[in-house]
């Protein structure tokens, strides 16, 4: 019996033992298992998760590299507690509990995207130096209004605009010779762009540009939106110097989509020793107070409550003789910020009254809350349009290609638009395909598909 009983005890104590180690190799895995999991979380953890979902993806900011002394200090103080007691982990880890919901909000509104604001515009040292007004031509076109010029094509544009630049000057705006021996002539308004190291070797690819298309103008002033008034007075300058015999004159964005045969058309019989001045006119405009606003001006550059009627600046037409008077009035108005309303001020001291035109659609075309099944997109609806402002480049080619598209039929009770020229010898065929002589390249491999 006393055998038994030793035999049962040894028994006993070794079941005891293996418990025992059995315990204790269970610890030690699980603490190596959270020390990895921890480190891992710390390096590689949102790759090992994949991807987040596709709605977090875009307002998600780039987060910053992962602390890697956060990560020792949170691993040794996570091995440290291994050492304590029951009671003292819990009240350990209820704080730490606390910091992962905090961290989680935390980084939930990390997540929010930050939108980046403008930094407010130097009103005051745009007053100082208002009156440094005049600034070097750089790129000039000799003999680009030899002879007399019928219609002066200007375009406001920027360097960075290639690609507008090129739409432009193989759709609506470029060079010909009307069927009556008229000239149509086209330039581009440019200046110096401000961050330079972000167009390298700009100055040598525009240089390149106008020796190959010749349409090029450049001042040396920061092509900025509140420069865009130089870029009118130093305009109204050249054509006083250089084109004093255009007739009339078209000035606008490169975003817009000009039906030039409906202006010509306009223009027709007007006399350019008259004044002309036709766009969307804008009439009774308040200055915008609000400085968040792109438009904002203070009180103190501009103090009157209305501003006089001006001209939307997407494209207006006037005649040379309104240009040359408007170029002598431009240098004695005070100089403002915003370009269309200063424009608007030198009409008002000449005394021309703009006139308004429904066919000017400066502010682009909304579809009407009443009739969304309307297609605005649609080449009848800008067949009676002249100028459409926020025009994309697929957008100007293939209204170009559909307006001139000799199978285009509108049903209306109109007849269709005849076109009042054609370009000598460059006429497109009335199969549908281009004649020989035709200049007209095909740039842009655009395939658009339009609901109608």
């Given at each position: 019996?006393?055998?038994?009983?030793i035999?049962?005890?040894?028994?006993?104590?070794?079941?005891?033992?293996?418990?025992?180690l059995?315990?204790?190799?269970?610890?030690?895995?699980?603490s190596t298992?959270?020390?990895?999991?921890?480190?891992?979380?710390?390096?590689?953890?949102?790759?090992l998760?994949?991807?987040?979902?596709?709605?977090?993806?875009?307002?998600?900011?780039?987060?910053?590299?992962?602390?890697?002394?956060k990560?020792?200090?949170t691993?040794?103080?996570?091995?440290?507690?291994?050492?304590y007691?029951?009671?003292?982990?819990?009240?350990?880890?209820?704080?730490?509990?606390?910091n992962?919901?905090?961290?989680k909000k935390?980084?939930?509104?990390k997540?929010?995207?930050?939108?980046?604001?403008r930094p407010?515009?130097?009103?005051?040292?745009?007053?100082?130096?208002?009156?440094?007004?005049?600034?070097?031509?750089?790129?000039?076109?000799l003999?680009?209004?030899?002879g007399?010029?019928?219609?002066?094509?200007?375009?406001?544009?920027?360097?960075?605009d290639?690609?507008?630049?090129?739409?432009?000057?193989h759709?609506w705006?470029?060079e010909?010779?009307?069927?009556?021996?008229?000239?149509?002539?086209?330039v581009?308004?440019?200046?110096?762009?401000?961050?330079?190291?972000?167009?390298p070797f700009?100055?040598r690819l525009?240089?390149?540009?106008?020796?190959?298309?010749?349409?090029?103008?450049?001042w040396?002033?920061?092509?900025?939106?509140f420069?865009?008034?130089?870029?009118?007075?130093?305009?109204?300058?050249?054509?006083?110097?250089?084109?004093?015999?255009?007739?009339?004159?078209?000035?606008?964005?490169?975003?817009?989509?000009?039906?030039?045969?409906n202006?010509?058309?306009?223009?027709?019989?007007?006399?350019?020793?008259?004044?002309?001045f036709?766009g969307?006119?804008?009439?009774?405009?308040?200055?915008?107070?609000?400085?968040?606003?792109?438009?904002?001006?203070?009180?103190?550059?501009?103090g009157?409550?209305?501003y006089?009627?001006y001209?939307?600046?997407?494209?207006f037409v006037?005649?040379?003789?309104?240009?040359?008077?408007?170029?002598?009035?431009?240098?004695?108005?005070?100089?403002f910020?915003?370009?269309?309303?200063?424009?608007?001020?030198?009409?008002?001291?000449?005394g021309?009254k703009?006139?308004?035109?429904?066919g000017?659609r400066?502010?682009?075309?909304?579809r009407?809350?009443a009739?969304?099944?309307?297609?605005?997109?649609?080449p009848?609806?800008?067949?009676e349009?002249?100028?459409?402002?926020?025009?994309t480049?697929?957008?100007?080619?293939?209204?170009?290609?559909?307006?001139?598209?000799?199978?285009?039929i509108?049903?209306?009770?109109q007849?269709p638009?005849l076109?009042?020229f054609?370009?000598?010898?460059?006429?497109?065929?009335t199969t549908?395909?281009?004649?020989?002589?035709t200049t007209?390249e095909?740039?842009y491999?655009?395939?658009?598909f339009?609901?109608?």
């Amino acid at each position: 019996m006393r055998r038994i009983h030793i035999k049962y005890v040894l028994c006993t104590l070794l079941m005891l033992g293996l418990l025992c180690l059995m315990l204790y190799a269970h610890q030690g895995y699980t603490s190596t298992w959270d020390t990895w999991q921890l480190e891992q979380g710390c390096t590689s953890s949102r790759a090992l998760l994949g991807p987040p979902p596709e709605s977090h993806v875009t307002k998600r900011v780039p987060s910053t590299p992962p602390d890697k002394s956060k990560c020792q200090s949170t691993h040794q103080s996570h091995s440290k507690s291994q050492t304590y007691p029951k009671s003292k982990l819990q009240s350990k880890f209820k704080p730490q509990a606390k910091n992962k919901s905090k961290s989680k909000k935390d980084e939930g509104t990390k997540a929010v995207p930050v939108l980046p604001t403008r930094p407010p515009f130097d009103f005051e040292g745009y007053l100082r130096d208002k009156d440094n007004r005049n600034f070097r031509l750089l790129m000039d076109q000799l003999g680009k209004c030899s002879g007399e010029p019928y219609m002066l094509i200007a375009i406001k544009s920027v360097v960075a605009d290639f690609e507008r630049r090129q739409v432009v000057r193989h759709t609506w705006g470029r060079e010909g010779v009307l069927q009556d021996g008229q000239t149509v002539k086209t330039v581009f308004l440019l200046g110096v762009p401000r961050n330079k190291t972000a167009l390298p070797f700009w100055n040598r690819l525009l240089a390149y540009e106008s020796h190959t298309f010749g349409d090029i103008l450049l001042w040396d002033f920061d092509d900025t939106f509140f420069n865009l008034t130089l870029k009118e007075t130093h305009f109204l300058q050249w054509v006083n110097d250089s084109c004093s015999n255009v007739q009339f004159i078209f000035k606008g964005d490169a975003d817009v989509y000009v039906n030039i045969e409906n202006i010509l058309e306009m223009v027709k019989g007007q006399k350019p020793d008259k004044d002309l001045f036709v766009g969307e006119i804008i009439h009774h405009a308040r200055p915008i107070r609000r400085r968040s606003s792109k438009y904002f001006v203070p009180e103190f550059v501009y103090g009157q409550t209305m501003y006089p009627s001006y001209a939307g600046g997407g494209g207006f037409v006037m005649s040379g003789h309104t240009a040359r008077r408007l170029s002598e009035a431009c240098q004695q108005v005070e100089l403002f910020p915003i370009d269309d309303v200063f424009l608007g001020m030198c009409l008002q001291r000449i005394g021309v009254k703009p006139s308004h035109h429904e066919g000017f659609r400066t502010f682009g075309i909304v579809r009407p809350s009443a009739a969304p099944h309307l297609q605005v997109f649609d080449p009848c609806f800008y067949r009676e349009l002249m100028v459409v402002h926020s025009v994309t480049v697929p957008q100007i080619w293939l209204m170009w290609n559909l307006l001139h598209d000799p199978q285009l039929i509108c049903h209306s009770n109109q007849t269709p638009t005849l076109w009042p020229f054609k370009w000598r010898g460059k006429v497109l065929g009335t199969t549908g395909q281009k004649d020989s002589e035709t200049t007209v390249e095909q740039d842009y491999d655009v395939k658009v598909f339009v609901k109608h």
